[in-house]
């Protein structure tokens, strides 16, 4: 099996792949890396989890002239969260090269900032289309460098109703120019597209299955009114931390969380329909394991890439077996091992069987979950809570900051501080749950990196 120095990448970016312990190419990586790399236009299909951003990311990063001050490269994405995710992404595979700015722009941030950060242009820029068309209206981006344009998700992108937008964008670009484009799904929409944008494009697509082999499928056949009853022995059966359950409305979504609250089961909602901060909150609890079930709908957890993400439940089967395959993947990732819990009434073991690629390894009744969950509760696991600290990037405040003022000013040991995430203005850090009213007054009265910050626990 080929590795990652056989695709002929930079020392610079080899080396940030040891640290993240990357050492073999994904299918998608071994396909696109080289053609990217002699500067031909590809278009992808293949599924979150597959690898995809390494994929299209490394080759830019390794075509980037970090001396030069202008944006080069130009990744659009449908959501938010993608941006955010992209942008961590390509950070982390770009740490060694220096001079590097790696820049997200996307709706409910700041837009002034936005414009202020481009007074030093990022080499590499993520967005999403409306955002982007906003600053090229309003002539406060300057494209006339972009030599490579990624229009990542791209079936997704046309079904949120971005055309318009993409077309504008891509017409602002210079003609000469390498297109990628990487997309689930292959409908009308998404060929036409690569028609009208990529020159003489090379095709390379992931494996059909999207399900991970180290992953685990469990059919659990239930009453279509026992589900709820059946989730909440599912989770008191299993370490819950890292699930995500998955509904198809909102509404569901919603009353699923407030059930499983309500049972004592550290959950939160995540769909379209939730304030924005209130969708970056439920994801930051969740990626740092405050939160321990996050029950989402499709369109929200698009993108979703979570380390410690262990299970996955379909609390209700999505409309075909590539949906259910888009879902499941995202477990097991890397080469982790994870478990994928389906739900099925008689009717959806009908269905079941009609999706030809997807088979299960086990069958329970919710009987002999029953049973189960009295046989092997999983004993109480360290609960955690976050604190806000309002400071962050900009204030030159590291993870290794954080850490150090836990221990010198709330007397914690390292091996008891959670998953840092520090932003721009702001970081979150996850510490002990029993602890934290005391912690965080301790933090907000004591200092970070020799400065005080105002402190507070997120609810």
């Not at 979570?306 to 080469?335: F, M």
């Amino acid at each position: 099996m080929p590795t990652f120095k056989d695709l002929n990448l930079h020392p610079t970016l080899l080396q940030s792949l040891q640290e993240l312990n990357y050492t073999t190419p994904t299918p998608i990586q071994e396909s696109a890396i080289p053609l990217l790399l002699q500067g031909q236009d590809v278009a992808g299909q293949a599924e979150t989890g597959s690898g995809k951003t390494a994929a299209f990311g490394l080759p830019l990063l390794q075509s980037i002239n970090p001396e030069l001050q202008q944006v080069q490269a130009l990744v659009i994405v449908p959501t938010r969260e993608l941006a955010v995710q992209v942008r961590q992404e390509l950070k982390q595979y770009g740490k060694q090269i220096g001079q590097l700015k790696i820049s997200a722009f996307y709706g409910g941030h700041s837009f002034s900032q936005e414009r202020a950060s481009l007074a030093h242009p990022p080499q590499l820029l993520v967005g999403t289309p409306g955002r982007l068309t906003d600053h090229l209206n309003r002539r406060t981006l300057d494209v006339s460098q972009v030599k490579q344009v990624v229009l990542d998700e791209a079936d997704k992108l046309l079904e949120m109703g971005f055309e318009e937008e993409l077309d504008q964008i891509l017409n602002n670009l210079p003609r000469k120019r390498q297109t990628i484009l990487f997309s689930a799904t292959m409908p009308d929409d998404v060929k036409e597209l690569i028609a009208n944008s990529l020159k003489s494009p090379q095709f390379v697509k992931a494996s059909a299955n999207a399900i991970p082999d180290k992953v685990k499928l469990v059919g659990i056949k239930v009453e279509h009114d026992k589900r709820k009853e059946t989730v909440r022995q599912l989770l008191q059966s299993i370490n819950p931390v890292g699930t995500v359950v998955f509904t198809n409305t909102r509404i569901a979504a919603d009353e699923l969380s407030a059930q499983l609250q309500a049972e004592g089961i550290v959950a939160r909602a995540l769909h379209g329909g939730m304030e924005q901060k209130d969708r970056d909150k439920a994801m930051t609890l969740f990626r740092n394991g405050t939160t321990q079930v996050l029950v989402a709908t499709d369109v929200a957890a698009r993108g979703l890439d979570i380390d410690k993400l262990q299970n996955i439940i379909h609390y209700e089967l999505p409309i075909d077996a590539a949906a259910y395959l888009h879902r499941s993947g995202r477990t097991g990732r890397a080469g982790k091992s994870g478990t994928v819990y389906t739900l099925a009434t008689p009717r959806d073991e009908k269905q079941l069987r009609d999706w030809e690629q997807v088979r299960m390894d086990e069958w329970l009744t919710a009987e002999t979950l029953t049973a189960k969950t009295i046989e092997t509760a999983p004993s109480s696991q360290q609960a955690f809570a976050t604190l806000h600290i309002g400071g962050g990037r900009k204030d030159r405040i590291s993870p290794r900051d954080i850490v150090g003022a836990l221990i010198a000013e709330a007397g914690l040991k390292a091996d008891q501080i959670g998953k840092i995430e520090i932003q721009d203005r702001m970081s979150y850090v996850a510490v002990p749950e029993n602890q934290s009213k005391s912690i965080a007054a301790k933090l907000s009265e004591g200092k970070i990196k020799g400065r005080k910050y105002k402190v507070n626990l997120v609810h």
